[in-house]
């Protein structure tokens, strides 16, 4: 009740969680909101670059196709995109942070060295690198962000895990005989859950936005799919007469990561203890 009442009194959390909401709910029903379903792949040349109007909120692209449905069908492969590269990169990334920041030794150092390799270069550029070597597509644009964004993962357990090493509980419990991987499923897990989930929820908006680059770059998704970078690229040579066509979908990808910035802030004032006493 106190975390729900303080969460309240925080505006930029709530609304980031509205937004949040709202994304969520327009992702799980984008085929019943869409209001033209049947101009989210067909082309209508007759329809081409029509500006917003009642019928076409959005306007239409370059093939005649509903804008504002194509954005929201976008919205659930965005959605999906980021959960994906997300879970993948937790399954890598915390349980070797959480090996590496309690068991000291050779393997840890090399786990953690490893981990600080990936993180010196620019996410984006070793997503591309490795976006080339895949085939064109959502699935290898997921893998090639998962690769990239489970160091994160690491390193934020990896210094969680080092701290409790020499908690007095930790201490009692090997004294006590319990085994390696019981005081790390039960124990260090528990307390190094907060951080995590503050991770993912700022690393969902971050790796939209790096999607929809990826995307604008022509190595994410794959004509005809709806996706909101991809859509961005394709304006581009028909920019400034026909506005419509990249504003939208940049405006679709602006609120998502603001509102997972935002929601991501406010959770992270929650579950840090430091940050809670400082206010």
Aim: proline share 7%; glycine share 8%; no cysteine.
């Amino acid at each position: 009740m106190i975390i729900l009442k303080k969460l309240l009194r925080d505006i930029p959390a709530v609304l980031g969680f509205v937004i949040v909401v709202a994304i969520v709910l327009i992702a799980i029903f984008a085929w019943q909101i869409a209001p033209h379903p049947d101009q989210i792949y067909n082309s209508n040349i007759l329809q081409r670059l029509q500006p917003p109007s009642p019928e076409h909120p959005f306007g239409t692209d370059n093939l005649g196709r509903d804008i504002l449905s194509r954005v929201i069908l976008g919205t659930r492969s965005a959605l999906l995109l980021a959960i994906g590269v997300v879970v993948i990169s937790m399954i890598i990334g915390v349980p070797l942070g959480l090996y590496a920041g309690y068991v000291p030794g050779f393997v840890s150092e090399v786990i953690m060295r490893f981990t600080d390799i990936f993180l010196a270069v620019p996410q984006l550029i070793l997503a591309l690198a490795i976006s080339q070597i895949l085939s064109r597509g959502l699935e290898s644009a997921m893998i090639a962000l998962a690769v990239t964004y489970w160091p994160f993962f690491a390193r934020t357990v990896y210094g969680e895990a080092r701290r409790l090493r020499s908690a007095l509980f930790i201490e009692a419990l090997e004294g006590l005989g319990a085994s390696r991987l019981r005081i790390l499923a039960l124990h260090i897990l528990p307390n190094v859950a907060a951080p995590i989930i503050v991770r993912a929820t700022i690393g969902l908006g971050f790796i939209i936005l790096t999607a929809a680059v990826l995307g604008f770059l022509g190595i994410g998704a794959v004509p005809p799919n709806p996706d909101w970078g991809l859509a961005i690229a394709e304006s581009r040579q028909y920019l400034p007469e026909s506005w419509w066509f990249a504003t939208f979908p940049g405006l679709a990808i602006l609120v998502t990561v603001l509102g997972f910035n935002l929601l991501g802030d406010g959770v992270r004032d929650l579950v840090d203890p430091r940050l809670r006493r400082s206010k």
